[in-house]
């Protein structure tokens, strides 16, 4: 993940709708990167108002009353977010963040969609950890590139032998052959189709590692050719250069290069 932050920022950036839950407007974090928050926008009757980040020396200049009930701005304190000042009460917030990926599980560790009929799922397989203890949220993970969440904290009704039956989400957004599994996991890196190469031969550099194998330094050595190819292919750049005009004939161009 470190690496694929460096050449696409953007590649982790989700959204969540939020509504503080107490009376001190605060509003816990969402699952996201070191607490990496992009935006946040206040919901003012279906408009949209950005919130300014504010840092917790200067959180006393936005306290006290506030008699137009409108938030100020926002602080990050360990893992909440405190909506400013403190005592606006319950608002409806909008959260762009940096979410962390899913965490790899082996597919034995989750269902993969044989058919279903709505929300009914009949899973080829029903995992060993869900036979015991039914979950209660589950993601639903696409089988098509680039393998992301469909559709995340699905409500769980019921496990009754292989067939899992979901609510809360459009039946449309399930098709089989796609993965259920609990929150926050996925059979399939959640990387860009274009990393797996680099991923394919990461495995194979620690496998040649832990066995002291000789073939580990040209391993290594194509691996850093395969992160030199992926920083100026997938690296976000704009097309061309912008070039100054130049005045010619402007203060303090005579008799200096210049190009026109």
Known sequence: MPFVKTVR???????????????????????SVASTIRLITWN????????????PENAFMYQGNNASNQPYGYMLKAYEIQVLPTNIGSVSVRIDFMERPAQMVLEEDAGLIASHVGLALTLD?????????????????SNESPFVA???DVTVVSLVG???TLSGIDS??????????????????????????????????ELYAGTGDKRLDSSMKL??????????????????????????????????????
């Open 9 to 31: 920022d953007e590649w982790f950036v989700s959204g969540t709708e939020a509504v503080t839950p107490d009376a001190n407007a605060r509003i816990p974090m969402p699952n």
């Open 44 to 55: 003012n009757n279906g408009t949209p108002i950005p919130l300014v980040r504010i840092e």
């Open 125 to 141: 397989s029903v995992p060993l950890a869900w036979q015991s203890e039914t979950p209660s949220t589950v993601d639903i993970i």
């Open 150 to 152: 469909v559709a995340s």
């Open 162 to 164: 292989s067939v899992l």
């Open 172 to 205: 449309a957004l399930v098709e089989n052959g796609f993965w259920v599994s609990d929150v926050g996991t996925s059979p399939y890196p959640n990387v860009p189709i274009e990393f797996h190469p680099l991923l394919q031969r990461s495995v194979i550099s």
């Open 223 to 260: 691996q850093a050719k395969l992160e030199s190819e992926l920083r100026s292919t997938m690296s976000p750049r704009t097309q061309g250069s912008a070039r100054p005009i130049v005045n010619k004939s402007g203060p303090g161009m005579r008799n200096f290069a210049r190009w026109w």
